[in-house]
Each structure stands twice: as C-alpha cells, then as structure tokens.
C-alpha cells in the first residue's frame, strides 16, 4: 500500500512498516496526544499532540548493539514514496 494509505492504517491504531525496510520486527505506530486535564498528568510530561514513533524493541538481529528502543520518527522522501507499505500484527 501506499504512504498515504498506511498513515490511515496508523489512525485506526494499526501499526505499519515497509517490506523494504532493513530489519524485521520493526514498525511505525502513532501515539495519540493526552489532554492536560487528565487527573494525575503532569503539565510538563503530557505530550499533547499525535505523533508517530518506531519501534525496534522486537527487532531479529544478530547486533548486540543495535537500538531496541521507541523513539519519534520523521518519514524520508523514500518512504513516503514507497508502496511497499503493510501492516504488522
């Protein structure tokens, strides 16, 4: 599928990822903002607006050092592109 259509997949609350892309058990998900009137949220911890991160915490490799971590993600001009989007269970 195409970058548009997976971006609709991530407002559904599925999760996506390229075919291409070089690793397996990687993925991209968006991350809904909070309102700041929630009880117990703190002003300066509460992300207010959606966003989209990749997660690599369930990445197959043989690389002791590469990141297994959940950070924001930013899309490249080659991945809006991309038609080799699907999306991961």
Request: charged share 25%; with cysteine.
């Given at each position: 599928?195409?970058?548009?259509?997976?971006?609709?997949?991530?407002?559904?609350?599925?999760?996506?990822?390229?075919?291409?892309?070089?690793?397996?058990g990687?993925?991209?998900?968006?991350?809904?903002?909070?309102?700041?009137?929630?009880?117990?949220?703190?002003?300066?911890?509460?992300?207010?607006?959606?966003?989209?991160?990749?997660?690599?915490?369930?990445?197959?490799?043989?690389?002791?050092?590469?990141?297994?971590?959940?950070?924001?993600?930013?899309?490249?001009q080659t991945?809006?592109?991309?038609?080799?989007?699907?999306?991961?269970?």
């Amino acid at each position: 599928m195409n970058f548009g259509k997976a971006l609709e997949e991530l407002k559904q609350g599925n999760c996506v990822a390229r075919k291409g892309w070089n690793g397996k058990g990687i993925f991209i998900k968006l991350k809904k903002g909070e309102s700041l009137n929630t009880p117990n949220n703190r002003f300066d911890e509460v992300m207010t607006h959606d966003f989209i991160y990749i997660d690599t915490t369930g990445l197959h490799t043989n690389n002791p050092d590469a990141p297994m971590d959940r950070v924001p993600w930013l899309a490249s001009q080659t991945d809006m592109l991309a038609d080799d989007w699907v999306v991961v269970e």
